[in-house]
């Protein structure tokens, strides 16, 4: 349960982080549509943007640390729980 938790904590910040990327635009873009009539008139011509796209540097690592944690002892009750019946629209 523990390695599960800090395994998603550990690759929640990794998203975060990586969503810190800084983007610089190198060139512009340009679009030329050919246009129609009977016969085309002009050719098409598409450039598109370049963009230098610089990353965070992350470093995961792992270290032992000694924490207090709870214990938790198991036991057997009956209980109630829910039950849904669930009919889809195109079955009603």
Do not use: H, W
């Not at 009539?37 to 270290?63: C, S």
């Not at 002892?73 to 009919?87: F, G, L, S, W, Y």
């Amino acid at each position: 349960m523990l390695n599960k938790t800090l395994s998603i904590a550990m690759i929640s910040s990794l998203a975060f982080t990586l969503a810190a990327c800084d983007v610089r635009k190198t060139a512009e873009g340009n679009v030329t549509v050919p246009k129609y009539e009977i016969e085309k008139t002009q050719q098409g011509n598409v450039k598109l943007p370049e963009y230098d796209v610089k990353t965070p540097e992350v470093a995961v690592r792992q270290e032992e640390k000694t924490v207090e944690v709870p214990t938790v002892k198991k036991e057997e009750r009956t209980v109630t729980v829910p039950n849904i019946d669930v009919t889809p629209a195109r079955d009603k």
